[in-house]
Nanobody, 127 residues
Framework: QVQLVESGGGLVQPGGSLRLSCAAS????????MGWFSQAPGKEREFVGA????????YYADSVKGRFTISRDNAKNTVFLQMNSLKPEDTAVYYC????????????????????WGQGTQVTVSS
């Protein structure tokens, strides 16, 4: 079992940046593939990005490629989502998710694959 707590959301102007953090409990964080998802008002939750257990490879939705960067610090049980050049359409609640896996290369864009979810953090991009 792992608990995930997101932080770092807030209100930012278009073109601005935010860095979201997701802190995980437990001692096996390095065995989890991690994902970030977003849910805008009135819309379904969608994939933002994901990172392998070791952090050596990342995957992004086309809508955020070149603007968002995922990283992780396994020693601190934390995964990050650096969000640059933010747009009003990035406004959403952002969730981190964890999937325990033995596969070093495992990563997924599908939310149903992830076993554990945080409570979400609100990001609002507005002038």
């Amino acid at each position: 079992q792992v608990q995930l707590v997101e932080s770092g959301g807030g209100l930012v102007q278009p073109g601005g940046s935010l860095r979201l953090s997701c802190a995980a409990s437990g001692r096996t964080f390095s065995s989890y593939a991690m994902g970030w998802f977003s849910q805008a008002p009135g819309k379904e939750r969608e994939f933002v990005g994901a990172i392998r257990r070791s952090g050596d490879s990342t995957y992004y939705a086309d809508s955020v490629k070149g603007r968002f960067t995922i990283s992780r610090d396994n020693a601190k049980n934390t995964v990050f989502l650096q969000m640059n050049s933010l747009k009003p359409e990035d406004t959403a609640v952002y969730y981190c998710a964890a999937k325990p896996t033995y596969g070093l290369g495992f990563v997924s864009t599908r939310e149903e694959v992830y076993n554990y979810w945080g409570q979400g953090t609100q990001v609002t991009v507005s002038s």
